[in-house]
């Protein structure tokens, strides 16, 4: 009884693993490299920043700031942007979802929240492409200013 029902479960096995319902092809994914390592860096797509860093100076605490960071696609292929993520909630990276032709530009609009907090500030913005190398970081700095209260100071006499 055991050898039948090995002898039926590696049949279904070995016919599960026939079957191939969805092929990838070349035009599918664009790979930078042969298969004997020699690279293919001149077709690829290639990420361009107009600017890497951005500082948005002294902003006041709980105040809303965006900056777009634009880039053009200086390479030979479509570009395509996987991934931002920020170092932190505070900081909202909104990147293009659509492939970016060849000499075509964009922008990756970044929006921080500075409510809560206080002092200076650093964040990282990891962007993720096809391109090689495929991670970019950007970062956006400044200075969070705690407003001083408009109450007049209470002073007690005795």
């Known amino acids: 009884m055991k050898k039948i029902i090995l002898s039926v479960s590696t049949a279904i096995l070995l ?5 191939d319902d969805s092929k990838i092809t070349t035009d599918d994914i664009n790979i930078s490299a042969s298969a004997n390592g020699t690279q293919n860096a001149g077709s690829l797509p290639v990420i361009q920043f107009e600017e890497e860093t ?13 900056f777009s960071f634009k880039f053009k696609n200086t390479g030979k292929s479509n570009l395509l942007i996987s991934s931002a993520q920020a170092s ?11 492939p970016l ?3 075509a530009t964009d922008k990756i609009d970044v929006t921080f929240d500075s ?34 209260s408009n109450e007049p100071n209470k002073t007690t006499t005795k």
């Open 15 to 19: 016919a599960a693993c026939g079957s």
């Open 54 to 66: 951005h500082d948005f100076g002294k902003i006041t605490q709980g105040e809303k700031v965006s």
């Open 88 to 98: 932190c909630g505070c900081t909202v990276p909104k990147p293009p979802k659509d």
């Open 101 to 103: 032709a060849p000499g």
């Open 115 to 148: 409510n809560g907090k206080s002092g200076k500030f650093d964040k990282q913005i990891t962007v993720i492409t096809n391109c090689d190398p495929n991670t970019k970081v950007l970062k956006i700095t400044g200075e969070i200013i705690v407003p001083v």
